[in-house]
């Protein structure tokens, strides 16, 4: 009896942490000085957004940020239930996410953006949208994942 009630504690737990996708209509805008590479920030003819979103953790929110670099140069830090565009020219871009640095004071200086933890590869292209998510809650293993949605005006 007693396996049966953990086995059910357990899997209720486990179930409570599933996370539904955050819309990006309901998470928060970063502060202008977390951003790093400010030129980006502006929309721009000619050139593809790139959306960030950090789902919010349930039960496993780290309490840290999420350091994400561009082509190996620092980019933004983002927290749980933030997100942030950038504008960039039609090309390859890797993004990377690295470590927390919480003793880190903004603007934000990433002592050693090479040893990034995860990464994830955009091709950008005109008329095309991509979302680049930063979940640590998920159990996959890969905390940040790309996607695009055709953009239509």
């Given amino acids: ?5 953990f086995a059910l504690l357990v899997s209720g737990l486990v179930a409570g942490c599933a996370n539904v996708p955050l819309a990006p ?6 502060p202008e000085s977390r951003m790093l590479q400010k030129d980006l920030l502006k929309e721009r003819e000619g050139r593809v ?4 979103i950090r789902e919010t953790a349930m039960v496993s929110g780290n309490g840290s940020s999420a350091n994400l670099s561009l082509n190996g140069e620092p980019l933004a830090r983002l927290w749980d ?3 942030f565009s950038i504008w960039v020219e039609p090309r390859i871009y890797v993004i990377a996410l690295g470590g927390s ?3 880190v004071s903004t603007p934000v200086v990433f002592s050693k953006p ?4 995860w990464k994830v590869e955009v091709d950008a292209r005109i008329g095309r949208r991509y979302d680049v998510r930063v979940d640590f809650a998920n ?3 890969t905390p940040l994942k790309a996607s695009s949605t055709e953009v239509r005006k």
Avoid: P, Q
Avoid at 49 to 52: L, T, V
């Fill in 81 to 83: 239930g933030e997100k």
């Fill in 49 to 52: 957004e790139i959306r960030f």
């Fill in 114 to 117: 090479e040893l990034a933890l």
């Fill in 1 to 5: 009896m007693k396996i049966l009630v």
């Fill in 101 to 103: 640095e919480r003793h």
């Fill in 25 to 30: 209509e309901d998470a928060r805008g970063i």
């Fill in 139 to 141: 159990w996959t293993g």
